[in-house]
């Protein structure tokens, strides 16, 4: 399996409750490193604009509405096959169904107020880091 890099995202419910540093030791523990990391907020306009593949989704507005309410921590993951490690570790979308151990299960408040966001493929992941890094700011 190949070193890949994901984006992740500890998501407003996560960051307001100070579990910052509890969801980044799941991923260490995991053998991803941490090689990019910033704190922000996000406008609705960035927020609808990262989750534009969701906009005809039924949740979108109550999606982009949560992601933009408080601050968020954007980073970028680095390890072998890290895309699917990390989505191992994120556990299932909605925490009535993730495993163990996980991070939704073990943090996530409901389907929508998940704690974590992960990218699910090569691609996506490319285009979800050039979103928010730039080249510069990616020391592997
Ligand atoms: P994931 O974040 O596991 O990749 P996704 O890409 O299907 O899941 O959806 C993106 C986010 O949208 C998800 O983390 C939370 C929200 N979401 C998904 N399904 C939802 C639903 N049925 N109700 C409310 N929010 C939902
Ligand atoms: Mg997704």
Redesign the pocket.
């Known amino acids: 399996m190949a070193i890949e890099r994901t984006l992740s995202i500890i998501k407003p419910d996560a960051t307001r409750r100070n579990l910052t540093g509890r969801i980044n030791a799941k991923f260490e523990d995991a053998g991803l490193r941490i090689i990019a990391q910033k704190r922000i907020k996000l406008s609705p306009e960035q927020a609808g604009k990262f989750?534009e593949v969701?906009k005809d989704?039924p949740?979108y507005g109550?999606?982009v509405e949560f992601m933009a309410s408080e601050p968020v921590v954007v980073q970028v993951l680095e390890g072998e096959g890290a895309i699917a490690k990390n989505r191992e570790v994120?556990g299932?979308?909605?925490p009535a169904q993730a495993d163990e151990g996980t991070i939704r299960k073990e943090f996530a408040l409901s389907?929508?107020e998940?704690s974590v966001?992960?990218s699910?493929a090569p691609e996506t992941a490319r285009e979800e880091i050039a979103f928010f890094f730039s080249g510069l700011e990616l020391v592997g």
């Open positions: 989750y969701h989704r949740f109550e999606l994120m299932a979308t909605n389907v929508g998940n966001h992960g699910d």
